[in-house]
């Protein structure tokens, strides 16, 4: 099946360029100049990949990136115009998976939409056992997290990233060795995408996000999974 991706920009210059880049790779394109038509077009016909420009004439970036979170784990990329640390978070915050900074050459975005496909086979692959931390019940066979014995709502990424954590519960896990274990081996990025993941996982999983009982950040060098 032809691998579809909704690409949210208004400039239609870079809209022609990432079409063209990502019909080189043999992928389908879906175009919307606006909020609104991607969130109707999503509904209608899905995608596999989602890349949203921030800045968006009337409903912005962070906004179809939140309604689009709230009904799919599919992952998605937000491009922005700066590196600025707030838009960064805002936009990983909102529920993005990955993001850009303009201008990006098409095979940069090209590699991180490979790497985020692959990902979409969740590390479920490498550990099927049934891994359990107090109320904490992970299920990676099932792709599932019990909490209490209620299921947690993670995306991909937060799942692959708390199974990560978990199948070596006490080793400290650096944040390059997650950006390769969970972002992709040929990826690259920045620190910032673990830490603002941690920070969504922990308000989903800890009794108090601000005093974590199981993901526990280790001063200077990363992060551990208490068991």
Not at 160 to 188: C, I, M, Q
Request: hydrophobic share 40%; aromatic share 6%.
């Amino acid at each position: 099946m032809e691998t579809r991706v909704l690409t949210v920009e208004d400039d239609d210059s870079i809209r022609t360029v990432v079409k063209l880049a990502l019909e080189d790779e043999g992928w389908g394109v879906v175009e919307a100049d606006n909020g609104e038509v991607a969130l109707e077009l999503f509904r209608s016909q899905g995608a596999d990949v989602v890349l949203i420009d921030i800045m968006l004439p009337g409903m912005n970036g962070f906004e179809v990136c939140r309604s689009i979170r709230r009904t799919t784990d599919v992952p998605i990329i937000m491009v922005t115009a700066r590196s600025d640390t707030h838009d960064v978070v805002a936009g990983l915050e909102a529920g993005a998976d990955d993001y850009l900074t303009k201008p990006f050459e098409p095979k940069e975005l090209s590699a991180r939409i490979r790497a985020l496909l692959r990902r979409s086979r969740t590390t479920a692959d490498e550990s099927d056992q049934q891994m359990i931390f107090g109320d904490l019940d992970i299920r990676p066979d099932e792709a599932v997290v019990l909490l209490r014995g209620e299921p947690v709502p993670l995306t991909k990424t937060e799942f692959n990233l708390l199974v990560e954590l978990a199948t070596e519960p006490g080793k400290v896990f650096s944040r390059e060795t997650l950006l390769e274990k969970v972002w992709g081996y040929d990826y690259f990025g920045d620190g910032r995408l673990v830490d603002v993941h941690v920070r969504r996982l922990r308000t989903k999983i800890e009794p108090d996000p601000a005093d974590p009982r199981y993901v526990v950040t280790v001063r200077g060098l990363g992060y551990k999974l208490v068991p």
